[in-house]
């Protein structure tokens, strides 16, 4: 279960919460971004998570419930290789927009990972693999949880999150021209979750290039990083 925010008022402003369970991870900081890990048993330590100084963050929530048409079959990109390329800066979101128009997008087999993507300039791009991919030219505002936007609430699981969504546009809707850092963090803290617990919570201010962190609902313990913005 995660939730991801992409505010674009004064500031561009993005929030996610990354709700995980039974796995290993760390957030790891640096110049080359603020990522959150995953250790993989194939892979070892992935960036999966997280934003970097060219201004790209990627969130990658898993669409409850689960649908077939994910998994790969016959040629195409993987969800999580294209999340990597931005947050690597291999690729930018433009790029990855076009992929998502010329090729099928897949996930790992039995996992439906969707992407949650935006960039510098407060575009986002959100991909569903085997239901296709939304792009929203800086739009004020836009929440993914764990279902799919193209079904909404047609097909019910627990952990869908129909709920935390509609509950972060609320606070969205409700807040004003100056939505900060504070006010995303007071978002994530609503839809923060207990049963697949909230791990870390991360607020990027994408146009002061500073992202903020908390593990483990720890809204007392928040940490930062600046980067020197880079194109």
């Known amino acids: 279960m995660c939730t991801s925010i992409v505010v674009n008022r004064k500031k561009t402003i993005v929030g996610w919460n990354l709700d995980l369970l039974d796995m290993e991870w760390r957030v790891s900081p640096s110049e080359q971004g603020v990522f959150i890990e995953v250790n ?7 960036p999966l998570f997280g934003a970097n100084p060219r201004g790209d963050f990627v969130g990658m929530p898993t669409c409850w419930p689960f649908d077939i048409r994910s998994n790969p079959e016959g040629p195409g990109e993987n969800v999580i290789m294209l999340d990597m390329y931005l947050l690597l800066r291999k690729k930018t979101l433009s790029e990855i927009h076009e992929i998502t128009g010329t090729k099928p ?48 609430d047609s097909e019910k699981h627990p952990w869908m999150g129909w709920d935390r969504y509609h509950k972060a546009e609320e606070m969205i809707e409700a807040s004003t021209e100056d939505f900060d850092v504070e006010d995303c963090f007071g978002i994530l803290k609503a839809v923060s979750q207990t049963v697949c617990p909230t791990v870390v919570s991360m607020v990027y201010d994408v146009t002061d290039r500073t992202v903020y962190w908390c593990e483990n609902r720890n809204w007392d313990s928040i940490e930062s990083l600046s980067f020197s913005k880079q194109e």
Do not use: C
């Open 40 to 46: 993989d048993a194939n892979e070892g330590w992935m």
């Open 105 to 152: 997008v897949f996930s790992v087999p039995w996992v439906t990972f969707m992407s949650a993507l935006s960039d510098a300039e407060g575009n986002v791009l959100h991909i569903v693999p085997g239901q296709g991919a939304r792009y929203y030219e800086k739009p004020d505002h836009v929440v993914l949880t764990n279902f799919s936007p193209y079904k909404q």
